[in-house]
């Protein structure tokens, strides 16, 4: 509509928020092919905020990974960035957390941080990894009067992978061994088949299979991958394993 006399226009640009590069467009239209009228204008325009001066976060974390042979005394290793114009004060406080954030271990990275960098920080105390499985990580900076705390908190996944020597065996009906899914299509499951087809396992209830509830994805390039083994002492490795298939001449499993 038309606003003849100059109006003054307040517009938060929540996407800009926190971006290093950013550009402001103002666009006209669509407009049709009748009845042209003269437009817009745009003046006297200002690009004002909060100026942050206390804002610190954890941008990355290190170590641990997933992997196998994780232990009972694995360190963390994280990175801290300082995101606001002022150095950090000394003794800024980080912890991690086991628990989802029930509870925090922290320390203090005793140094400033100057403005825009990155320093980083291992923790003193080490953490636990050596019961097989999943666990989520947490790590954060708890920086008194944070201007900006959605940054603060870091999340990482990590599977801590079992490794076993010979002999071993699994028929997959109390847990999925320890197995992973991987490959861009990710069609491998464990649990329970029920295809038209495949509907059994042969011990139990459950095995691994693409799709257990019917056909594989078009293309299909994804695979199960199994946990660690230490054959340094061992010769002559056999692998055993019953399979069911149901696929066309051409198409079949790689090892």
């Not at 049709?32 to 690009?47: A, C, E, F, K």
Request: aromatic share 12%.
């Amino acid at each position: 509509g038309s606003a003849i006399n100059w109006s003054e226009q307040t517009i938060a640009i929540p996407q800009a928020d926190r971006q290093p590069d950013v550009k402001i467009r103002f666009t006209l239209g669509p407009t049709t092919s009748n009845n042209n009228y003269s437009g817009w204008h745009v003046d006297n325009l200002m690009v004002t905020g909060n100026f942050i001066t206390k804002d610190a976060g954890v941008t990355g974390w290190l170590y641990p990974q997933t992997g196998c042979g994780l232990t009972g005394n694995e360190e963390v290793s994280i990175v801290v960035r300082n995101f606001a114009i002022e150095p950090t004060p000394v003794n800024l406080p980080v912890g991690y957390s086991l628990d989802g954030g029930a509870t925090w271990h922290r320390e203090y990275i005793a140094q400033p941080i100057p403005s825009g960098e990155s320093v980083t920080y291992v923790f003193n105390t080490t953490i636990d990894l050596s019961q097989p499985g999943d666990y989520t990580l947490l790590a954060s900076t708890f920086l008194e009067d944070d201007q900006f705390d959605d940054n603060d908190q870091f999340s990482k996944d990590i599977f801590s992978i079992p490794t076993y020597s010979r002999p071993y065996a699994t028929d997959f009906s109390d847990n999925n061994g320890y197995w992973l899914p991987g490959g861009p299509s990710e069609s491998w499951e464990w649990g329970i088949p029920s295809g038209v087809v495949l509907n059994s396992a042969l011990e139990g209830s459950k095995a691994w299979g693409t799709h257990l509830a019917g056909a594989y994805q078009n293309n299909e390039t994804g695979w199960i991958e199994s946990p660690c083994f230490a054959f340094q002492e061992e010769d002559y490795t056999v692998l055993e394993f019953l399979i069911q298939t149901h696929t066309p001449e051409d198409a079949g499993v790689t090892l």
